[in-house]
């Protein structure tokens, strides 16, 4: 027999985890700020061209609305059962309302700051027969004021909060990260970072970042090894004044380094069906899990778990309190 072929998706039950109390993960208060966008599906038939132009008609039978970007966040910290709060700005708008509504419907405190001026982050996808046809996206940055009282409205909601999750998507919504993660930071809340582009100098002072392994390239290089690797991570976290670094490697699991250990968790999905999203449960679990009082370390093991659930379901990108323990 051969025992080469050692693959991460074992069969074998995942180790036990020790169960965080449901009273103290439902005591958690974690306060996303970032990014919200609307994932609108909308699904029909085609039977015919366009007599207007070469393109399909598609006849909408089914529509669908999912929470995206920091509000999906947001929900994987609810649905764990964390008291999570958003704080984000949205349009004036339907897709705003419906945001609004499904955060709602997910337990989520909604902080919204509302810009007129501004379409609600919205991806449209137009499908039939499970084929993508097209996307359309509305976004725009918020404006300055709208920014600004953003800001002061972190202020105020800080004291109620035990952990502070930026959520980044790059819409402009996490114009002022730098001060608001001082802020945090001076007040002695633990401030997650999940980034976008490469420019981290922006997230300076941060507790913890957690970049999958195409984000940290873009900012580190290429690794030739993990001793590298390391040697690299540790540079950028001196630089950057980070706590600590949490890499996510998709099949190959997550890693975290912090001053005094580096620490490997292989991943655990028995079955793969859809990966989006994963790197949103890690996050949002890893918050609840510090909120809860479980040491740093010890959080990336229900993330991961939470991860290797998340990834085995299509549709809903959630993961309870129950399924985590079970
Ligand atoms: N193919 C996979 N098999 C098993 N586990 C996976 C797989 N992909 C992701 N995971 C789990 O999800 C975690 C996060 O995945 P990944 O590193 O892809 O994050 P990400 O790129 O930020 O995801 P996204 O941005 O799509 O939400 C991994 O650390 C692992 O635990
Ligand atoms: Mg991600």
């Known amino acids: 027999m051969s025992n080469s072929t050692a693959t991460l998706t074992a069969s074998s039950k995942p ?3 020790p169960v965080v109390p449901r009273a103290r993960i439902s005591a958690a208060r974690v306060l996303v700020v970032g990014d919200v966008m609307l994932d609108r599906y909308w699904f029909g038939d085609v039977n015919r061209i366009s007599p207007e132009a070469p393109v399909p008609v598609v006849r909408v039978q ?6 995206g970007g920091a509000a999906n966040v947001a929900r994987n910290a609810a649905a764990l059962g964390a008291q999570a709060g958003l704080l984000c700005v949205v349009g004036h ?3 705003g309302e419906r945001i609004v509504e499904l955060l709602g419907e997910s337990k989520v405190n909604g902080y919204m700051e509302r810009d007129p001026a501004l379409p609600t982050t919205i991806k449209l996808r137009v499908l039939s ?5 097209l996307r359309v996206d509305f976004e725009d940055a918020p404006n300055h004021e709208v920014l600004r009282a953003c800001s002061d409205r972190f202020t105020e909601l800080l004291p109620q909060h035990d952990v502070v999750l930026m959520s980044d998507y790059a819409k402009g919504g996490l114009t002022h990260v730098t001060e608001m993660i001082g802020e945090a930071k001076r007040a002695g ?7 976008k582009g490469d420019d981290w100098e922006r997230y300076r002072g941060a507790t913890l970042m957690t970049p999958n392994r195409a984000e940290l390239r873009d900012v580190i290089g290429s ?3 993990e001793e590298d690797l390391l040697d690299r991570v540790t540079k950028l976290r001196a630089e950057l004044d980070l706590t600590a670094l949490l890499l996510t490697r998709s099949e190959e699991g997550m890693t975290l380094f912090t001053d005094s250990q580096v620490v490997h968790t292989s991943a655990e999905a028995r079955e793969v069906y859809d990966v989006s999203g994963a790197g949103d449960t890690v996050i949002a679990t890893v918050a ?4 809860a009082g479980v040491p740093l370390v010890d959080t990336i093991v229900y993330a991961n778990r939470a991860a290797g659930i998340v990834v085995g379901k299509l549709g ?11």
């Open 288 to 291: 609840t899990m510090l909120g």
């Open 316 to 326: 809903t990108a959630t993961v309870d309190y129950t399924e985590l323990f079970a």
């Open 129 to 133: 027969r499970q084929q993508q046809l």
């Open 62 to 67: 089914k529509k669908e609305d999912r929470l």
């Open 223 to 225: 690794w030739k090894s």
């Open 93 to 95: 708008d339907e897709p």
């Open 15 to 17: 180790a036990d985890i």
């Open 189 to 195: 809340k633990p401030v997650l970072v999940d980034p």
